[in-house]
């Protein structure tokens, strides 16, 4: 079992429409959690942190965090094509003691003009 | 402020060639990790430092690849002697530990092996 699972999409949605990102993790014990967009051909940039559960909000992004059922999500609203990216969930296991990231393989987003 | 600073960005080798990667953190963050990106493996995570110790070095692949950090503004990747399956995008990414784990990556440098 992949410890940080996300759908490989590609997920596809209208301009303006919400589009809604999925995560799951293994380990229990995990505080941090990070949505990064990763454009075709660049690295990847940090739009969002939560660390407690509800939902946090910045701009058209809202990550929301539940940690009894261990997911994470990543809401974007009016999408625009130029969000059309990968979008990839980082969780920290603490289990392992380490301050390393545990990354999904991403979610591939097309927004539709 | 610069961001993380990785060269060079593209290198093309030959078997059996050393490869020598370099970063520069964000100033001031005590944290670098290397990781490596390939389609068919994602995201993985190399090595990492903390206030220039190697920490976690669980994710190098195999004895060809080494990595150190001799002072807080710079840290190499090297791969000798290299392989074509090492060929990937090699991202280098920095945090500082009371920004809770919050990782700022590099360009990358993309690595091709002939």
């Known amino acids: 079992q992949k410890e940080v699972e996300q759908n490989s999409g590609p997920l596809s949605v209208p301009e303006g429409a919400i589009a809604s990102l999925n995560c799951t993790y293994s380990d229990r014990g995990s505080q941090s959690f990070f949505w990064y967009r990763q454009y075709s051909g660049k690295s990847p940039e940090l739009i969002m942190s939560i660390y407690s559960n509800g939902d946090k909000e910045d701009g058209r992004f809202t990550a929301q965090l539940n940690k009894a059922s261990q997911y994470v999500s990543l809401l974007i609203r009016d999408s625009q094509p130029s969000d059309s990216a990968t979008y990839l969930c980082?969780?920290?296991?603490?289990?392992?003691?380490?301050?390393?990231?545990?990354f999904g393989s991403g979610t591939r987003l097309q927004v539709q003009p | 402020d610069a961001g993380v600073i990785q060269s060079p960005r593209h290198e093309v080798t030959e078997m059996g060639q050393e490869v020598t990667l370099r970063c520069k953190p964000i100033?001031?963050?005590?944290?670098l990790f290397w990781y490596r990106q390939t389609m068919m493996r994602g995201l993985e995570l190399l090595i990492y430092?903390?206030?220039?110790?190697?920490?976690?070095d669980s994710g190098m692949p195999e004895d060809r690849f080494s990595a150190k950090m001799p002072n807080a503004s710079f840290s190499t990747l090297k791969i000798q002697p290299s392989e074509p399956r090492d060929s990937a995008v090699y991202f280098c990414?920095?945090?500082?530990?009371?920004?809770?784990?919050?990782?700022?990556f590099g360009p990358g440098t993309r690595l091709t092996v002939t």
């Open positions: 100033s001031g963050h005590n944290s």
């Open positions: 990414a920095s945090s500082f530990r009371q920004s809770r784990d919050e990782q700022y």
């Open positions: 430092f903390n206030n220039n110790v190697p920490i976690d």
């Open positions: 980082a969780v920290n296991m603490r289990d392992t003691g380490r301050r390393a990231l545990t």
